[in-house]
């Protein structure tokens, strides 16, 4: 009985109700176009870093790790194409690795000359770790030695098209001045703009070549089985390797290699998802009023409910139930409206690059955002709603069982 009195009171006013139930799902559905966003962006930036940049889990010389952006080349991985082939055929677990030189450039072209950096990969095991090769807009992907691809964006800046030239400056291992000419042979345009617009990739045997590195590489990158969130897997898998490998290296998973990107990430991830709580809160504040305003205008009814044997507990019971009545329908109209935002933020996503301009991000983030569709988040800010609208019903019930039937059926 108390329920159907509960329910009848809750559609005593269908208008207010409903503009209460609207604010709590709006509320949420920020909380889950909040959630989606940025799970998206994070997996996004994830599959940029490991398809272009960094593998799952990457080998360096043991101290190189702090002044890696600095591309040292006093402290290499000596013979490490056999090392590479080594560790893929000792750990089944390694699908594949490929080893990587690293080195500052000076590109040079008749319009425009700008620091860059090269990277020296190998042709024919690079592809099997990282996608570079499916990201040329123009040309092809490396062949031989003598071939040079190109980020779009400094292609851009430098002014230049495929097959045009371009003299590469950079200093050897022994601190000799080295300038060459290429012919650009393939312009890449990928999902990570730090290679778009800084890149220079040539051969791992030509980069070898430049900086008297014989056999060398910068780094040797795993590419490992399983998903690549499982940090704690990749890190003991990197713990064996290191145990194997003795003091001289060490092993980084992608995520600490980026942490300082995703620190950043989670810290306006959890910004938004504070603005909208306090969205929520306010509209609880709603549920609040809503409840005083219904006690008031309904006192002579609660005093005779009170003269008629209902006690306090009934009260305070049927008051919970309508303000959970109303956190139900708030919670399911969040999670159809999140619905109606996280679709075509996922199918399509949100391009923000043409208000960027040319400006480039200093780091692995697509300007393309798309969404992630997260159900168990959706059904947690459903019950959020649900619960903490029942909850918050304790206030005004408290004041409605403070009415005494005298004082109540007096105010008729």
């Excluded at 402290?75 to 030189?101: C, F, G, H, N, W």
């Excluded at 099997?128 to 040309?139: A, C, R, Y």
């Excluded at 800046?157 to 097959?163: C, I, Q, S, V, Y």
């Excluded at 060459?180 to 393939?186: C, L, P, S, V």
């Amino acid at each position: 009985m108390l329920f159907k009195m509960a329910i009848r009171n809750v559609f005593r006013h269908t208008r207010r109700t409903m503009i209460t139930a609207v604010a709590i799902g709006v509320g949420l559905m920020f909380m889950i176009m909040i959630d989606s966003l940025f799970a998206g962006v994070e997996n996004q930036t994830m599959r940029n870093i490991l398809e272009t940049d960094n593998s799952e889990l990457v080998l360096y010389p043991a101290g190189v790790f702090e002044d890696r952006f600095m591309f040292p080349l006093d402290t290499l991985i000596e013979d490490a194409s056999a090392m590479a082939t080594e560790l893929q055929q000792k750990y089944p677990d390694v699908i594949s690795a490929t080893p990587r030189l690293r080195f500052a450039v000076f590109a040079m072209a008749p319009e425009a000359e700008l620091f860059a950096f090269g990277m020296g990969i190998d042709p024919e095991t690079d592809p099997k770790v990282f996608d570079l090769q499916n990201k040329i807009e123009e040309g092809r992907f490396l062949e031989a030695d003598g071939d040079l691809v190109i980020g779009a964006g400094l292609a851009k800046e430098l002014k230049l098209e495929l097959g045009d030239y371009v003299l590469i400056q950079t200093r050897s291992r022994r601190g000799v001045m080295d300038v060459r000419e290429y012919a650009i042979t393939g312009i890449a345009n990928t999902s990570n703009p730090l290679i778009n617009a800084n890149a220079v990739l040539i051969t791992l045997a030509d980069a070898r070549l430049i900086l008297q590195a014989p056999a060398a590489a910068s780094e040797i990158d795993l590419h490992v089985k399983g998903d690549p969130k499982e940090t704690e897997r990749l890190e003991i898998l990197g713990s064996e390797i290191g145990k194997y490998l003795g003091a001289d290296f060490e092993l980084y998973t992608w995520l600490d290699l980026n942490a300082g990107l995703f620190e950043i990430a989670g810290q306006k991830k959890s910004g938004g998802y504070l603005i909208g709580l306090i969205v929520v809160v306010i509209a609880l504040v709603g549920i609040v009023n809503t409840m005083l305003l219904s006690i008031y205008e309904r006192i002579p009814e609660l005093g005779t409910m009170r003269a008629m044997g209902f006690s306090k507990g009934n009260i305070r019971w049927m008051m919970l139930m309508e303000g959970s009545v109303i956190g139900f329908f708030g919670g399911l109209f969040g999670v159809i409206l999140g619905l109606a935002v996280v679709i075509p933020l996922t199918e399509v996503g949100i391009d923000f690059s043409s208000l960027m301009g040319d400006f480039e991000m200093p780091m692995p983030i697509d300007l393309h955002y798309r969404g992630e569709y997260n159900f168990g988040y959706m059904a947690f800010t459903f019950f959020l709603g649900w619960i903490i609208s029942t909850v918050i019903t304790l206030i005004p019930a408290g004041k409605a069982t403070k009415i005494e039937p005298s004082e109540a059926l007096r105010s008729t």
